[in-house]
Nanobody
Framework: QVQLVESGGGLVQAGGSLRLSCAASGRIFSVYRMGWYRQAPGKQRELVAHIPSGGRPIYADSVKGRFTISRDNAQNMVFLQMNSLKPEDTAVYYC????????????WGQGTQVTVSS
């Protein structure tokens, strides 16, 4: 099986920064796309950013210029550097990865809370 474990969430004031990390572990042969999604209370889960194994990252319009996604392929990790945080960025952030294990499947982390106070 494959596990995704996130870390780095917390409480920050508006204008501040946080860095999220996610590590994939388990029976992994290859990791394709990795990314971050978020879900605010009463709203649907939405894409924040994702990055293919050898391509350019994609960002939601709402975070362009403020968030940066990166990955460490050797460690099967993905990161999200979040700067100039706004109260509307408050949500549970989920790591997502498309992984070749026994099958090629999509996996989710358990989520980490990010709260931005005004």
């Amino acid at each position: 099986q494959v596990q995704l474990v996130e870390s780095g969430g917390g409480l920050v004031q508006a204008g501040g920064s946080l860095r999220l990390s996610c590590a994939a572990s388990g029976r992994i042969f290859s990791v394709y796309r990795m990314g971050w999604y978020r879900q605010a209370p009463g709203k649907q889960r939405e894409l924040v950013a994702h990055i293919p194994s050898g391509g350019r990252p994609i960002y939601a319009d709402s975070v362009k210029g403020r968030f940066t996604i990166s990955r460490d392929n050797a460690q099967n990790m993905v990161f999200l550097q979040m700067n100039s945080l706004k109260p509307e960025d408050t949500a549970v952030y989920y790591c997502n990865a498309e992984v070749l294990s026994d099958y090629r499947s999509n996996y989710w982390g358990q989520g980490t809370q990010v709260t931005v106070s005004s």
